[in-house]
């Protein structure tokens, strides 16, 4: 197994929806906490909140430094340190 993602309490076994990679390795998965973050090791490195449970999440933007992450109603954007991995073949947003 290479991580757990923590559970909304009294709920086990939600799982995650969709998932990104930044340039270090780093997954961004979606769950009903928010984004899960994990290192290449698989460990926790934290969770990033919305005021809605993300469905998909995505790198783009200048530099590729902006997280987009779309909800039921909403789509949201975040300004990080980090830089998303572009996939060969995958359409960049700016």
Known sequence: ???????PPDTDNSGGDRLTIDTKGNLYITS???????????????IIEFPEQPSNVTFG????????????????????????????GQLKLN
């Open 61 to 88: 933007g200048k530099n590729n430094k902006t997280l987009y992450v779309t909800a039921r109603t909403s789509l949201y954007r975040v300004e990080m340190e980090a830089v998303g991995h572009i996939f060969q």
């Open 1 to 7: 197994m290479f991580c757990t993602l923590k559970q």
């Open 32 to 46: 009903r906490l928010g984004i899960q973050v994990f290192s290449p090791q698989g460990r926790s490195l934290g």
